[in-house]
């Protein structure tokens, strides 16, 4: 039986006693909510830089763990930016024959930079018309290597970007991977690819599957160059392609590599590095012993 104080209430300590508990509960405050609105800022402040981000990569970039990352994202009702443009289909190459190139890269999986290079292009739509973008792969790093823009999508439009590729890491693949495009299977870009000893792998008809990583590249990289008609002239679109390009390569993160592709290259030129000077400093200590 609990006492009233002379003024006919209870105190907060005769309540606390009376219920069990420490004075000090009766003023707590779940903190759940507090931390939860600390991490709803730091997601904004990553969607702000990264719009198209969805939990994982936020996850990533944040260091927390991804179910919380979701957790707080629906409650907060917090979405990346998702507007994905109409597609566009590929010109059917009409009574062209089946190439005579199998997939050679079905299972392999690289180990290093410059093993497999993965080719595509694709269209995109400004001003009522289309211009084309190819773009070549590191499929270990899954780094654009080489591009090339133009009006027309020919074998110029994917010889140079494969040029570019050769003159930007001074070196040529084992595998050279596409569709069966006429301008793949030219005999102009064929050649080149013969001249310097690069196999040749192509997809079956009808399987964009079987070059998933280029397919995958594009589909994303529609959705964050976004709505292309806010573009007032072709200039401005060439440049937010290039500057897309850069940010994918330098700074957006990969699910896969957990990093974005060109730091996922240092840091792999790193470990090779240092596991050489390893090797070199161990065999000289044997040389004189």
């Given at each position: 039986m609990i006492k009233n104080s002379p003024n006919n209430k209870l105190t907060k300590t005769e309540i606390a006693k009376s219920l069990g508990l420490s004075r000090s509960s009766l003023y707590y405050h779940p903190k759940q909510p507090i931390k939860d609105k600390i991490i709803k800022k730091s997601i904004q402040d990553v969607l702000g830089v990264h719009p198209s981000y969805g939990h994982r990569r936020?996850?990533?970039?944040l260091k927390l763990n991804k179910k919380c990352i979701l957790r707080i994202m629906k409650k907060f009702s917090l979405k990346p930016y998702r507007r994905r443009t109409k597609k566009p289909s590929k010109l059917d190459d009409i009574g062209k024959p089946i190439a005579?190139?199998?997939?050679?890269?079905?299972?392999?999986?690289?180990?290093?930079?410059?093993?497999?290079w993965v080719a595509d292009f694709t269209y995109i739509g400004f001003q009522n018309k289309f211009i084309y973008l190819a773009t070549m792969m590191d499929l270990?790093?899954?780094?654009?290597?080489?591009?090339?823009?133009?009006?027309?999508?020919d074998r110029s439009l994917v010889l140079t970007a494969l040029k570019i590729a050769f003159a930007k890491t001074k070196t040529t693949p084992i595998y050279h991977h596409s569709d069966q495009g006429s301008e793949y299977?030219?005999?102009?870009?064929?050649n080149k690819l013969k001249e310097h000893k690069i196999i040749i792998s192509m997809s079956k008809k009808a399987h964009?599957?079987?070059n998933g990583f280029q397919e995958s590249f594009y589909?994303?990289?529609k959705l964050e160059l976004g709505w292309i008609n806010r573009f007032e002239t072709l200039g401005e679109l060439i440049e937010a392609i290039y500057l897309q390009i850069n940010y994918y390569n330098t700074k957006r993160i990969h699910t896969s590599l957990k990093t974005s592709p060109v730091k996922f290259?240092?840091?792999?030129?790193?470990?090779?590095?240092?596991?050489t000077l390893k090797n070199i400093n161990l065999q000289t200590f044997r040389q004189s012993v």
């Open positions: 936020i996850a990533l970039e005579s190139y199998q997939n050679e890269i079905k299972n392999l999986v690289p180990l290093k930079p410059n093993i497999i270990f790093t899954r780094e654009i290597i080489g591009w090339n823009i133009s009006i027309n999508h299977d030219s005999i102009e870009y064929t964009p599957w079987e589909s994303e990289f290259k240092d840091q792999y030129l790193l470990k090779e590095y240092l596991k």
